[in-house]
C-alpha cells in the first residue's frame, strides 16, 4: 500500500473538508446497512488505507479470526493470511478503477476508489467472502498462523456460502455508486452549511454597520416584519425594541407606519424594482410630530428563513426642509425690502440731492465757511446714500431668479462687457488686464458679468503705486469651472479672507470708497447658482478671488 495520490488532483480539499467528508459516524449507517443487506463485509478507508470508522464485517471466519486477536496489525483489514502484503488500495488508485483481490485463505474483497472531482478521497473495501467453496489447506495454515482452532474456523468456513466472483465485482458496482452519492450529498451538505454560515456572517456584519450608522434603518421581511432596526430608529421614533421587532411595520408604535405612501413602496414598488430611492413622505406622528422624510429601500441578500429582507432607510430632513422654507422666505424678504429702497427711499433722497444741490448754487460763499462745509457733506452723504441703496439694491436681487433666469451664457462676452463698463478706471490707473479663452456655463450673463465687474474693479481700485497686472482664467476641474481673477495689488491678511465676503465689511477703509457690500453681492451670486467663493492674498503682493461654476 502507498501513501501517494497518483492521479494528483485539481479540487483543493482542506484536512478540515476531507475529515467532514469522510466523518465516521455519518459513514457509518450507510456502510452497516449495506454490510448487513447485502452480507458482505464493508469498510471505508482513507487514502494510505487506514480504516476510518468501524468496519462491518458480518463474516464469522473474520470475527473469530478478529477476536481472538484483539491487537489486529495487519496491513490489510479483510486479508486473514497476509503472507503478500494487498495491494488492493494503491492499485485503486494506480487504476482509478476497482479491485479484485484474494488472500490465502481463499477470501476475496474489493477495493474501489472513492473520488470528488478528480480528486481521491479515499477507498471501500467491500467482501471478505469465498469466490468458490473454501479449501481445508489454505484455512489450515491460517489457523496456524493466527493461533485459531483449525476445525472452527473450518466449520465456520463451510457454512459461509460462496458468492461468484461477478457477483462480489455487482456488489462491489453498488456499493461504489451509493458511496459517490453519499460522499457528493455530503459535500453539498457541507457546502449549503458553509454557505449559511457566510450569510449569517454577512448578516452579523450587515447588522453592525446598520447599528452604527446614524440615519434610521429598518430590516424588514419579505413580508413586511420588522427583523431589526438600529438605534437611530428606536431614538428617533420613540418606540422600543420590545414592541418593534418581530411585528409587523404598519402595527408598530400606534400604526404610526400605516402611511399610505410608504405602503405603496414597499408593496408595489419593492417587489417590482427591488429598490426606491429618496421618496418624500409627510406625516403627523402621534408622539413626535409632523414629520418630513426621505424614504429609501432596497431588497437585499435571501436569508433563511425569511426569505428577501427589504432595508429601510429613513432620512428626517423636517429641519432642513424647515431652513429651506425660512430662507426662501427671507429671500422673498430681502427682495422685498430691496423694491421697498429703490421706490420708497430713493423718491425721498433724490428730493435731499437736488435741495442741496440748489442749497449749495445759491449759498456757497454767503453764509460762513461752516456752513459752506456743512452743505458739502450733505452732499457727499446724498452721493454715498446713493450708491448704497444701489448696492443693496444689487445684493438684494442677487438670488431673483425671475428677473436672471439660466442660460448659456459666455464667460468671456460677460467679462468684456464689465471691463467696457470699467473702462475709465481702467485708464486711469493704466491698468494691464489679460484673459484666457473663458467657457460657456449656464448662468444668467448680466449676473456673471455683475461678479467680475466687483472683482475686476475692486483688483483696480486696491492696487499699489507700480503697475497693476491682473489675469481672469477658468480650468475645468471635475466637472466644474473654477475661475480665478488675481490682482498684484496691495493684497489683505488671509485671516480676513473670509471676512471680506461679509455685508459691510470693508479693510481699507477710508482710504478707498466703497460700500463693503460688493463681495457679499458675488457671495450671493456665486452661491445662488450652486459655486463657492473664496480668496487667497499675500499683503503687499496682491490677491487671487477664485468661484465655481458647477458644470
Ligand atoms: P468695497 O466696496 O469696500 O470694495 P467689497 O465687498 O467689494 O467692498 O470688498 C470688501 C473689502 O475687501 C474691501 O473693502 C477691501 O478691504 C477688501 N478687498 C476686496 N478686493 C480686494 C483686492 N483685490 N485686494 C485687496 N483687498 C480687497
Same mark, same amino acid.
Given at each position: 500500500?502507498?501513501?501517494?495520490? %497518483?492521479?494528483?488532483?485539481? $479540487?483543493?480539499?482542506? %484536512? *478540515? ?32 488505507? &487506514? ?25 490489510? $483489514? ?10 488492493? =488500495? ?37 467482501? &471478505? ?8 489447506? %489454505? ?17 465456520? @468456513? ?19 455508486? $451509493?458511496? &459517490? ?36 434603518? =429598518? ?27 418581530? #411585528? ?20 408595489? =414598488? ?19 410630530? /409632523? ?33 429651506? =422654507? ?35 448754487? #445759491? ?37 431673483? !431668479? ?54 475686476? +474693479?475692486? @483688483? ?13 482664467? @477658468? ?6 469651472? $473654477? ?5 498684484? +495689488? ?7 479672507? *473670509? ?11 477710508? /482710504? ?14 456665486? *452661491? ?8 487667497? !492674498? ?11 461654476? %458647477?458644470?
Amino acid at each position: 500500500m502507498t501513501n501517494e495520490n %497518483p492521479q494528483g488532483s485539481a $479540487l483543493e480539499i482542506s %484536512p *478540515e473538508l476531507l475529515a467532514e467528508l469522510l466523518d465516521p459516524e455519518s459513514w457509518d449507517k450507510v456502510l452497516e446497512t449495506y454490510s448487513r443487506t447485502m452480507r458482505v463485509a464493508v469498510a471505508l478507508t482513507d487514502t494510505k488505507g &487506514q480504516l476510518i470508522g468501524a468496519c462491518h464485517n458480518p463474516q464469522p471466519v473474520w470475527s473469530l479470526a478478529h477476536d481472538s486477536r484483539p491487537g489486529w496489525g495487519m496491513d490489510c $483489514l479483510f486479508c486473514l493470511a497476509p503472507h503478500l502484503p494487498c495491494t488492493a =488500495v494503491y492499485d485503486v488508485f494506480r487504476t482509478g478503477q476497482q479491485v479484485l483481490v484474494h488472500d490465502q485463505a481463499g477470501l476475496a474483497h474489493v477495493a474501489l476508489p472513492l473520488s470528488l472531482g478528480d480528486r481521491n478521497v479515499g477507498v471501500l473495501l467491500a467482501g &471478505q467472502v469465498f469466490d468458490r467453496y473454501p479449501e481445508i489447506l %489454505p484455512l489450515q495454515r491460517v489457523a496456524r498462523d493466527l493461533n485459531l482452532p483449525a476445525q472452527e474456523l473450518w466449520q465456520l @468456513a463451510r457454512k459461509q456460502i460462496p458468492i461468484s466472483r461477478a457477483s462480489l465485482q455487482v456488489y462491489g458496482d453498488l456499493l461504489a455508486t $451509493l458511496g &459517490q452519492a453519499f460522499l457528493r450529498q455530503r459535500f453539498a451538505a457541507i457546502l449549503e452549511r458553509k454557505l449559511a454560515e457566510t450569510h449569517l456572517q454577512v448578516r452579523d456584519y450587515a447588522e453592525a454597520v446598520v447599528e452604527t450608522v446614524q440615519q434610521p434603518l =429598518v430590516i424588514l421581511s419579505e413580508d413586511l416584519i420588522v427583523l431589526s432596526a438600529n438605534r437611530a430608529f428606536y431614538e428617533d421614533f420613540e418606540v422600543s425594541k420590545e414592541e418593534t421587532e418581530g #411585528r409587523h411595520i404598519y402595527e408598530i408604535g400606534n400604526e404610526q407606519w400605516q402611511i399610505p405612501g410608504l405602503r405603496e413602496l414597499l408593496e408595489k =414598488v419593492i417587489p417590482e424594482q427591488s429598490e426606491f430611492q429618496a421618496f418624500e413622505v409627510e406625516h403627523n406622528f402621534e408622539h413626535i410630530g /409632523r414629520k418630513i422624510m426621505l424614504l429609501s429601500a432596497r431588497g437585499i441578500f435571501k436569508t433563511e428563513p425569511y426569505g428577501r429582507t427589504v432595508l429601510l432607510a429613513i432620512e428626517d430632513i423636517t429641519a432642513r426642509r424647515r431652513a429651506e =422654507v425660512q430662507l426662501l422666505r427671507s429671500n422673498t424678504d430681502l427682495q422685498r425690502f430691496g423694491s421697498v429702497i429703490s421706490h420708497d427711499l430713493q423718491e425721498p433722497l433724490r428730493t435731499i440731492g437736488s435741495f442741496t444741490q440748489l442749497l449749495a448754487k #445759491r449759498y456757497t460763499g454767503k453764509l460762513d465757511s461752516d456752513a459752506d462745509e456743512f452743505i458739502h457733506f450733505v452732499q457727499d452723504g446724498v452721493v454715498r446714500m446713493k450708491a448704497m441703496i444701489r448696492d443693496l439694491l444689487l445684493y438684494a436681487k442677487a438670488t431673483d !431668479s425671475e428677473e436672471y433666469p439660466l442660460e448659456a451664457t459666455s464667460a468671456e462676452l460677460s467679462l468684456q462687457e464689465s471691463l467696457a463698463n470699467l473702462q475709465t478706471a481702467i485708464e486711469e490707473s493704466g491698468a494691464s488686464i489679460s484673459y484666457e479663452p473663458l467657457p460657456t456655463v449656464p448662468y444668467h450673463p448680466h449676473q456673471l458679468g455683475q461678479v467680475f465687474q466687483n472683482l475686476v +474693479g475692486n @483688483a483696480i481700485k486696491y492696487r499699489r503705486e507700480e503697475l497693476l497686472q491682473v489675469r481672469v482664467s @477658468a480650468v475645468n476641474k471635475q466637472g466644474e469651472w $473654477l475661475f480665478s481673477v488675481a490682482d498684484n +495689488g496691495i493684497g489683505f491678511e488671509p485671516a480676513q479672507a *473670509e471676512n471680506i465676503f461679509g455685508v459691510f465689511k470693508r479693510l481699507h477703509g477710508a /482710504r478707498y470708497e466703497g460700500t463693503g457690500i460688493g463681495l457679499a453681492t458675488c457671495r450671493r451670486i456665486v *452661491e445662488h447658482y450652486g459655486g463657492r467663493i473664496w480668496a487667497e !492674498s499675500v499683503p503687499g503682493t496682491g490677491s487671487t478671488f477664485y468661484f465655481t461654476i %458647477p458644470g
